[in-house]
Nanobody, 121 residues
Framework: VQLQASGGGLVQAGGSLRLSCAAS????????MGWYRQAPGKHRELVAS???????QYADSVKGRFTISRDNAKNTVYLQMNSLKPEDTAVYYC????????????????WGRGTLVTVSS
């Protein structure tokens, strides 16, 4: 199973970006999917998560500005980021809990490689 994130880049404060993360491989089902971020010198933190039934959770710092969604048919999770601030600058990682065809009884957690988001002031 692999997670491939895309959509990062450089944007001015107040701008928007949309991140995508597609899971591929021998997937039976995907449970919770999420986005984390890690800024220079800081710990990785949860930005947003979404359950298989589309129940969502957000970090307080992004509530009202970011929206997480998923397309279960495409095994893809999205993060729409609006009203971006310089403090949103970080490497964003997608994460997913996956049951694979090869291990249908074991839920494993996978990380994507990360995509850099830079917000200039």
């Amino acid at each position: 199973v692999q997670l491939q994130a895309s959509g990062g880049g450089l944007v001015q404060a107040g701008g928007s970006l949309r991140l995508s993360c597609a899971a591929s491989g021998s997937i039976l089902t995907i449970n919770t999917m999420g986005w984390y971020r890690q800024a220079p010198g800081k710990h990785r933190e949860l930005v947003a998560s979404i359950s298989v039934s589309s129940s969502t959770q957000y970090a307080d710092s992004v509530k009202g500005r970011f929206t997480i969604s998923r397309d279960n048919a495409k095994n893809t999770v999205y993060l729409q980021m609006n009203s971006l601030k310089p403090e949103d600058t970080a490497v964003y990682y997608c994460n997913a809990d996956v049951l694979s065809v090869h291990e249908p009884m074991i839920m494993r957690n996978y990380w994507g490689r990360g995509t850099l988001v830079t917000v200039s002031s």
